[in-house]
């Protein structure tokens, strides 16, 4: 391998058309940059040591740890070790970066909390797809569906508010069946409020594609009784737990207790990746849709005005607003 | 099942039937249809039980089925639903009755099979689908899907699974439910009210049953929203509605409550004063007596209900706590709930399934993929698959050793003590002539008996009391010092005291 100074380490972006690279921060993700503990280097280009083929491998060792997520630098000394090389000498840190950008990762964060925080780009060999995860999604449009809105759902009730997201202090529980609730809640409102409207929700027969989501989900049951007393795959608990054990294995998630369905607690890993790449990326496909969600950075489920309507959820013991 | 619409359009306007009868009249046909969906399934049983291997036509698969939406209803509880065993056994009698020459295994898979289908457990959803067509706005003609569910599976707080009966099941099952739940109860109580000034018992159970259902389909609801209610602190207002509406609810309880008890003490005096001279009297003091069975019911459900009222108010607090109080994030982010999945669910499935592939595609982090050597895979592949341990691993067989009985004193020696201790209650005797008496049998007994006499320094009386012991041992020192070879100390003065017995039994049920 070729020695790299400073000056010509290849850009990298895995991703194609963005632009510098920011230091630990994911380049099309600039707004999230979080306050890592990194000197500010790009400027400073003082001393240019040679780095040597050992560097490279140590910058790729480095890699290789990011790609453990379940391991955490406080619990390894050579990774902590890496780390704080990574933090202290610019030159190293861009060799890492590229050493990343080459395998198809995009470097989230590089920090104490979070490791060598990694992800992988779109057509990279290390990403997840659909038809790997869940069989059935590849064939059925409704499993498909599914699967995807159990990640989101996760998600949104592992940060119920905006400032849980942004908070990088912030842990977030949840459980299996809390979230099959959660969601469930959601589609009840919708059915009450198309009700409300007179609105006949039944699809079209032979039109599957037409169907709202809402009423995929609310249709397939919560749970089922098996012959061996697992969970029921096909269900929504057993998706959600399916996509919990996904993500426990993924770093993003640790098990905390065996209540309601399984209980567990994110990671700092977890909420850079939803933060900077997943909920970007759906919010985008969303805004390709034509619709534009409006937010003014507080969270949506907020008490009603003086003059709201009482929007209520009808036979509600207490008032739950639809937002 | 399918309908011709056109030929049951409501009648409209004179003259001639005009092609569409317009959405508001389509209407009122699509709830109907709908209704009479929720019937099939229990039609079907019927149809369908020729098909089953076995003579199975003696059996009332509808009958059977009702019975079981009719228990499933009834064992819903606030947490859980209804177990699957528990309704199983409660129908065997009824499926019993009807083919009483039947073995038990033929009954019970009778009972089983009913359950299943009522679940639906062959279709992924576990739910029923029936279709039928309305007319849209424009005048075209519509085939809709409407999927429903008789009984649910939903999963309890320990991973097991439990039944609940669907709305729809309890409006086949109580009929013509689309109304509101609390009015509907407040008329079933009037009715049972009056029903039972005029002594018409039979029709007074039937209301009161009624009530029963409405109740815990009362309780469903409320369970649902507060669970619903924990998440966000921010989605309520603390501030007036939480407390009016915690407040409308309990004095709605306690009006329940006071009517209920009401309603109890009538049945109870209509079961007691109702003599039983005859036969029909004799039933109608039976029939009341189920009355009050079911009305206790209700008053425990109520119960129930106000308790989780009252846990409301202080579990808002510590989430307010949680939630609010903590100082605000310098940014702000992504609103998951309200900027994603809000809008997500109402979209069409396949526009939908767009945006979650996009989360999916970058939020489930990456994966290491497996790198195979061709003959690493040959021994995988040749491995025959680990059999799955259904009894966990073999237990090893305890080692057990005896332990050397290292005990000082042997039973014949405790025998010989307590003989020796076992001393009239009107002639108390001095420590040192127990001794000097002991020592003449076993040089080692006195040992024993200067520590049982210790010991009776401080008698137990508390236990005695408690196990209603009729004699005590005590030992009292007087100041006579010990003149012993071996021991030193107070020459104590041994005696057995006799308890009231009786006296004591007296007090302690007083007690209690």
Redesign the interface.
């Known amino acids: 391998m070729t020695q790299y100074d400073a000056g010509e380490v290849p850009q990298p972006t895995p991703a194609p058309g963005t632009g510098e690279v920011a230091w630990g921060a994911p380049a099309d993700a600039p707004r999230t940059a979080p306050a890592a503990p990194l000197p500010d280097a790009p400027g400073e280009q003082v001393r240019t040591p040679a780095l040597t083929p050992a560097d490279a491998a140590d910058a790729a060792r480095l890699v290789s740890y990011g790609l453990q997520p379940k391991l955490l630098p406080a619990r390894d000394a050579g990774y902590a070790d890496l780390l704080r090389r990574y933090r202290d000498e610019p030159a190293f840190a861009r060799l890492a970066d590229a050493v990343a950008g080459g395998l198809g990762l995009i470097v989230l964060e590089v920090s104490t909390r979070a490791g060598m925080a990694v992800t992988a780009a779109e057509d990279s060999v290390f990403a997840v797809r659909m038809g790997d995860y869940a069989r059935r999604a590849s064939a059925d449009s409704a499993d498909r569906f599914l699967h995807g809105l159990a990640h989101l759902a996760v998600a949104a009730l592992a940060f119920p508010r905006p400032e849980d997201l942004a908070d990088d202090g912030y842990i977030g529980r949840i459980t299996v069946n809390g979230v099959d609730a959660f969601v469930r809640q959601a589609c009840r409102r919708l059915e009450e409020r198309a009700e409300q409207d007179g609105e006949n929700t039944d699809p079209a027969t032979g039109a599957p594609g037409l169907e709202s989501a809402w009423r995929v989900y609310a249709r397939r049951s919560a749970t089922g009784a098996t012959k061996d007393a697992r969970r029921l795959a096909g269900s929504t608990t057993g998706i959600i737990a399916k996509a919990v054990a996904f993500l426990v294995d993924s770093g993003f998630l640790q098990r905390t207790g065996d209540d309601a369905g399984g209980a567990y607690r994110t990671t700092a890993r977890y909420q850079l990746q939803v933060r900077d790449m997943a909920g970007s990326a759906a919010m985008a496909e969303l805004l390709e849709l034509g619709i534009v969600p409006v937010s003014d950075g507080s969270a949506s489920l907020l008490p009603g005005e003086e003059t709201d309507d009482l929007d209520l959820v009808a036979e509600a013991g207490l008032p739950f607003h639809s937002g | 099942m399918t309908f011709s619409a056109p030929g049951a359009a409501a009648p409209q306007l004179n003259g001639q039937a005009r092609p569409a009868p317009g959405p508001a009249a389509d209407?009122g046909l699509?709830r109907r249809l709908r209704a009479l969906a929720c019937t099939a399934p229990l039609h079907d049983l019927d149809a369908r039980k020729a098909n089953l291997a076995g003579e199975y036509g003696v059996y009332a698969m509808a009958e059977v089925a009702l019975a079981v939406i009719d228990l499933v209803t009834l064992n819903m509880d606030f947490d859980t639903g209804a177990d699957?065993e528990e309704i199983v056994a409660k129908v065997l009698p009824r499926v019993a009755a009807q083919a009483p020459d039947r073995p038990a295994a033929e009954h019970e898979r009778v009972a089983r099979w009913v359950l299943e289908n009522l679940?639906n457990?062959g279709s992924?959803?576990?739910?029923f689908r029936a279709?039928?067509g309305?007319f849209g706005t424009d005048g075209r003609y519509?085939?809709?899907?409407?999927?429903f569910?008789l009984i649910?599976?939903?999963?309890g707080?320990g991973?097991e699974?439990y039944l609940r009966a669907t709305d729809e099941a309890v409006n086949v099952l109580v009929g013509a439910l689309d109304t509101d739940?609390t009015s509907a109860q407040i008329a079933a109580e009037v009715k049972l009210e009056v029903l039972i000034s005029r002594g018409r018992l039979a029709d007074a159970q039937l209301a009161a049953e009624q009530a029963r259902y409405r109740t815990v389909q009362y309780a469903e609801?409320?369970r649902?929203?507060?669970?619903?209610?924990r998440?966000?602190v921010?989605?309520?207002?603390?501030l007036r509605?939480?407390p009016d509406?915690?407040n409308e609810?309990l004095d709605h309880v306690a009006d329940r409550y006071r009517h209920e008890n009401a309603i109890l003490t009538n049945i109870r005096k209509a079961r007691d004063e109702a003599e039983a001279v005859d036969a029909r009297t004799g039933e109608h003091k039976r029939r009341a007596a189920e009355l009050v069975d079911i009305v206790k019911d209700c008053i425990r459900r109520h119960t129930q209900l106000q308790s989780r009222?009252l846990e409301?108010g202080p579990l808002f607090r510590a989430e307010q706590d949680r939630?609010a109080f903590?100082a605000?994030?310098?940014?702000?982010?992504?609103?998951?709930?309200?900027?994603?999945?809000?809008?997500?669910?109402?979209?069409?499935?396949?526009?939908?399934?767009?945006?979650?592939?996009?989360?999916?595609?970058?939020?489930?982090?990456?994966?290491?993929?497996a790198a195979v050597r061709v003959a690493d895979l040959v021994e995988v592949l040749l491995t025959p698959p680990a059999e799955r341990e259904h009894l966990g691993a073999e237990m090893p067989e305890p080692d057990l050793v005896a332990t050397p009985d290292d005990s000082r004193f042997s039973e014949a020696q405790l025998d010989a003590a307590m003989a020796l201790l076992d001393l009239p209650a009107d002639a108390p005797r001095r420590l040192s002539g127990l001794l000097a008496e002991a020592r003449r049998t076993d040089p080692e007994l006195p040992y024993l008996v200067a520590l049982l006499a210790v010991h009776a320094a401080s008698p137990p009386v508390g236990t005695a009391y408690r196990q209603g012991e009729q004699r005590l041992l005590f030992a009292v020192d007087d100041g006579t010092e010990l003149t012993d070879p071996e021991f030193g100390g107070a020459d104590l003065i041994v005696g057995t005291a006799l308890l009231d017995a009786a006296g004591m039994a007296a007090d302690r049920s007083e007690v209690a």
């Open positions: 209407e699509a699957h679940i457990v992924v959803d576990r739910g279709v039928y309305t519509v085939r809709r899907d409407y999927d569910k649910e599976e939903v999963p707080a991973g699974v739940v609801t409320l649902k929203t507060l669970e619903a209610t998440r966000n921010r989605s309520v207002d603390w509605t939480v509406m915690i609810a009222l409301a939630q903590a605000p994030a310098a940014r702000t982010g992504l609103d998951l709930y309200g900027q994603l999945v809000a809008p997500v669910l109402p979209l069409p499935v396949e526009q939908a399934t767009r945006v979650t592939d996009a989360f999916f595609a970058r939020g489930t982090g990456l994966r290491t993929p």
